[in-house]
């Protein structure tokens, strides 16, 4: 049985650039959310899905933001136009409609130059 | 606002001592409170809390909820360095946890 799984672990871009990460949940998982974590505070919830329905989005997930789950198992989250405010740990996290744990993804870690 | 506020911010033990970790919230429509281990990766689940008073216990860590008084706790017993870490508490709204709130984690650092 393997976990959430992301890709890439690590990016580095300069300022103004566009970045794609993306995200794998629990094979039996319908639900898949996007939380943003900086240094020294807890993960901040971006959206979430339930199967491929975008449901809810945080003020947080501003117009350069976007994600996608076009058939239902994975994700892509997507920055625009990179600001170095976007600096942060990117987690993925899922869980099934019934069971309400959501069980995370080992990140991807993005550094804005 | 929803709030959740964790304290210590951090604590720094020896080895073989037990620690209490506790974690207090103010949410809208509160549905349960799930604590989280994070080493230098992605959290890991502990505990999921919906009733008061029940404690949940796993080896050398256990968690109970209050919910008149709107706080939890975490205690680790008999600690070892591999608990060094920081744990997070979150708490998720009614009608699913489709959006947990996080406190700022305690940052616990055990030393031999």
């Known amino acids: 049985d393997t976990g959430v799984s992301q890709d890439p672990r690590h990016k580095i871009t300069k300022r103004g650039q566009n970045v794609t990460f993306r995200c794998d949940p629990i094979s039996e998982h319908n639900r898949l959310y996007w939380y943003r974590q900086t240094l020294g505070q807890g993960p901040e919830f971006l959206t979430y899905f339930q199967n491929e329905a975008q449901l809810e989005k945080s003020r947080l997930l501003s117009d350069r933001f976007s994600a996608e789950r076009p058939k239902g198992s994975f994700s892509t989250l997507e920055i625009q136009r990179t600001e170095q405010g976007d600096s942060a740990m990117y987690l993925c996290?899922?869980?099934?409609?019934?069971?309400?744990?959501?069980?995370f993804g080992p990140g991807t870690r993005l550094l804005v130059l | 606002e929803d709030k959740v506020v964790q304290s210590p911010l951090s604590l720094v033990v020896h080895e073989g001592d037990t620690v209490t970790l506790n974690c207090s919230y103010e949410?809208?429509?509160?549905?349960?409170l799930l604590w989280y281990k994070q080493e230098k990766k992605a959290p890991t689940f502990l505990f999921m809390l919906t009733s008061s008073g029940i404690e949940k216990k796993s080896g050398r860590l256990s968690s109970i909820l209050d919910k008149k008084e709107l706080f939890s706790i975490l205690n680790i017993t008999a600690t070892q360095t591999g608990d060094s870490a920081v744990y997070l508490c979150?708490?998720?709204?009614?009608?699913?946890?489709?959006?947990?709130?996080f406190g700022t984690g305690t940052r616990l650092t055990i030393i031999p």
């Open positions: 996290a899922s869980s099934t409609y019934s069971q309400e744990t959501q069980y």
């Open positions: 949410v809208t429509n509160f549905r349960s």
């Open positions: 979150a708490v998720g709204w009614s009608f699913g946890n489709e959006k947990l709130t």
